[in-house]
C-alpha cells in the first residue's frame, strides 16, 4: 500500500536556526505532493504543493520544498525559523490517475521553535 | 470566502450512542473528502463525494458509519452504535481541483 513517511516526530530549533523537514513517499508512479501545517487550535492550510515542471516549490511564509524523484523525496525547508512557525507540518501525496484524488498523509511533525 | 465548515466542533457521547456531523464546502467545490485524525497521527481517509456520488469509500469505514451528501450540497458523516475506537477529530475537505481546503474538524469523545 501507498505510504507517506516523515523522519522526525518532534523537532526543535531556536529562532532564526535553519530547518529541514524530511518526508519520503512508496510509490513508484506519478503522484502530486503536498506540505500543509496545522497552528496550534487552526485547521489544516496548505503550506505549498507540486504537480509537475521545477521540483523546486515555494509556498507561503518563505518554506520551500523540493522533490527528488529518484528519492522518492519531498523535503520542506525554510532559512530561518520564527516563533510563529511553531506548528504540526504534514506531507501529504495523491496517487495521480488513480481513483479520487484522496490525499495520503504521513504522521506529522511537530516543530516547536524557541524565541 | 466562508471556507469549509463543520458542526459540531466538539460532540461528547456515550458509548453504543449515535452521532451526526455535518459539512459544509465551498461553495461549487464539487469533491468532499471526509478523513479522520488521532492523536500523534496524520488525517486518514474516509470516503469521499462527487457532486452527490459517494465514489470511494476506506477500508476504515465500517458498517456503522454513513456518509451522504444529498443534492451535492453539505455531507453528513453519522456513526452508529458509537464505540471508544471512534474517539478522534473528523475532518472534512472540500476541493475544485487537486487543492483540498480543510474545515476546522469535529472533535468526538466517546466515553
Known amino acids: 500500500a501507498q505510504s507517506v513517511s516523515q523522519h522526525n516526530h518532534h523537532v526543535i530549533l531556536s529562532e532564526a536556526a535553519s530547518l529541514e523537514l524530511g518526508c519520503n513517499y512508496s510509490?513508484?508512479?506519478?503522484?502530486?505532493l503536498f506540505w500543509y501545517v496545522q497552528y496550534p487550535g487552526q485547521h489544516l492550510q496548505l503550506l505549498l504543493k507540486?504537480?509537475?515542471?521545477?521540483?523546486l516549490v515555494k509556498g507561503i511564509k518563505g518554506f520551500e520544498a523540493e522533490f527528488i524523484k529518484s528519492k522518492f523525496s519531498f523535503n520542506l525547508r525554510k532559512p530561518s525559523v520564527q516563533w510563529s512557525d511553531t506548528a504540526e507540518y504534514f506531507c501529504a501525496v495523491i496517487i495521480t490517475g488513480g481513483q479520487g484524488g484522496k490525499l495520503i498523509f504521513g504522521q506529522g511533525t511537530e516543530l516547536s521553535v524557541k524565541p | 470566502d466562508t471556507g469549509v465548515s463543520q458542526n459540531p466542533r466538539h460532540k461528547i457521547t456515550k458509548r453504543g450512542q449515535n452521532v451526526t456531523f455535518r459539512c459544509d464546502p465551498i461553495?461549487?467545490?464539487?469533491?468532499l473528502y471526509w478523513y479522520r485524525q488521532t492523536l500523534g497521527q496524520g488525517p486518514e481517509f474516509l470516503t469521499y463525494f462527487q457532486n452527490e456520488a459517494q465514489l470511494e469509500k476506506s477500508r476504515l469505514l465500517s458498517d456503522r458509519f454513513s456518509a451522504e451528501r444529498p443534492k451535492g450540497s453539505f455531507s453528513t458523516l453519522e456513526i452508529q452504535r458509537t464505540e471508544q475506537g471512534d474517539s478522534a477529530m473528523y475532518l472534512c475537505a472540500s476541493q475544485a481541483t487537486y487543492e483540498q481546503y480543510f474545515g476546522p474538524g469535529t472533535r468526538l469523545t466517546v466515553t
Open positions: 507540486y504537480f509537475s515542471g521545477d521540483p
Open positions: 461553495s461549487e467545490h464539487n469533491r
Open positions: 510509490y513508484g508512479g506519478t503522484v502530486n
